[in-house]
């Protein structure tokens, strides 16, 4: 009897997590059974049920769960200044001239490294000549380390091979160079994008809730009285009909509402330009590979089996999406600390409503927790003037992304490997494939990140390169919160275990900084 009564109270603790499945259960004692199920974007084979076995685990399921889309990345077009061809330029053009734009990379040689980098926007002109432009970087001094005052740095890539860059320093003044060279086009053939696209306000909508965002837009806005969605997205920087920058150079930010499409300009004096309102609005080109998770307000009594299966889903190399009230928004920054998840998000801005968008807007972060916690900070663009930062207790939705990542290399903070390779990485973004990283601190703290560009040195090091994340001060209890200043933070993690930053408010300097207590850097490459 005795024997019996302890295999009764015998408990198996969580469920092992499985990457592409949920899991349900209502307790975790001897008897106890679980069923896993695949999400969405996975097929399954196999049955899902577990039982809790008086050892004190879980028995084994033959369940397998398969991502059903797989994304590739298809070398287009290698330009060339004194050789490229027309079919080649073709090609290219026709690519990029998509109803649903997809992702494109670059790469390109320097004189001291490789660098692979995301085009944040591209277009194709009335003259049928195509051009693209790189994410914003900071200036950097060698392969792994930022310049000493750091500028902000663009690029314009078009297929004659040409190239034209700027670089901005703090005190506005702006420098302009070109160069000839041989660049390598990447166009990614997402399968997880619909092609079945619509503009129907309604279905945007509706696609919003279950988490099938149009990755064109950074942030999107809800109006839940007329069923309506907004998307923003800071396009790019001005250029003129020749595709090189204009002096002086705007941002460009737009937003397309069922009104029309709205655009800001803001120049880096910190001046409002002007507004453009013209009536039309871009195809909606839904990602499908997105499943929720759970939602803080609907699943308080399951919070935890939930949190759990995000938080492991983040260590398995998946990206976090959001829904805060009115705004639904990608992480730019996911960390795991005690239990709970964390997210930062890229900035938007506000108001972020059908028709207030002027000089008057305010850029906007915002940071939210699976405690419910969300704090958001409200700035005047160009400056390190903070408007407002809010401390609130607000509903939200979480949604994890079903794409299939792959950890290919492991290493500790000197740089050692402790499993995959780093000749598998180097591959993989060679072909230009999505990376993302993850950082073990020797305190327990993870921190999961999205790259802007990654640099190979000539040595086969890989560095990313994270721009424009906001700081962050993470205190006892999950008590995540924004600096006083709302400063920004631009990172550099190398294979060879080193984690560079540098903190700074535009227009007033900044400040460099070596991360220490690294226990552990994951590279991921999505498959």
Known sequence: TCELLCFLVKDCGFPPYMDGATVDYTNTVFGAEANYLCVKGYSSSGNGTTVCLSSGSWSETDLLCSASFHSTWQQVATTKASSTTLHQKQKLMNRLSANCKPNVRVKAGFKAWDRVTYLSSYDKRMDGKCFGQSVRGLTKSSWDSFETSPQREFEIFVPHAQSTHMSVDDSRTVTKSSYDGNFIWLVKDDQCMSTSYSSDSGSVFTSLFEGEADPFFD?????????????????????????????????????DCPSGKHILRWNVTGEFHNTEKNFYSKPWCPDTCWHHVFNTKTSPTNNAKHI???FSGVQYGHNVMLKVEHVVTKAREVILHDGHVTVGVK????????DAFSSGSLQAWMIASTTGRVVECAHFPESFRVKDIKKEEKHSDWFLDSRQWDKVLSIDGTGTVLSGSKSTLLNNVNEGRSLRVGVLHTNGIYKALD???????????IAANIIH???????RGNNVRFTDTCRMVSSIITTEGSYKIYTYNIGAGGNHSIVTGVAKIEWFIEL
């Open 469 to 475: 994340n906001v700081d962050l001060v993470l205190g």
């Open 347 to 354: 900035e938007f801005w506000l108001p972020a409503d059908n």
């Open 451 to 461: 790259l802007d560009t990654v640099d190979v040195s000539r040595t086969g090091q």
């Open 308 to 310: 759990r299966h995000l």
């Open 219 to 255: 942030t999107y806005y809800l109006d839940e009285n007329t069923n309506t969605a907004c998307g923003q997205r800071t396009v790019h920087v001005s250029t003129n009909p020749v595709m090189t920058f204009q002096t002086p150079p705007y941002w460009y930010v737009r937003k």
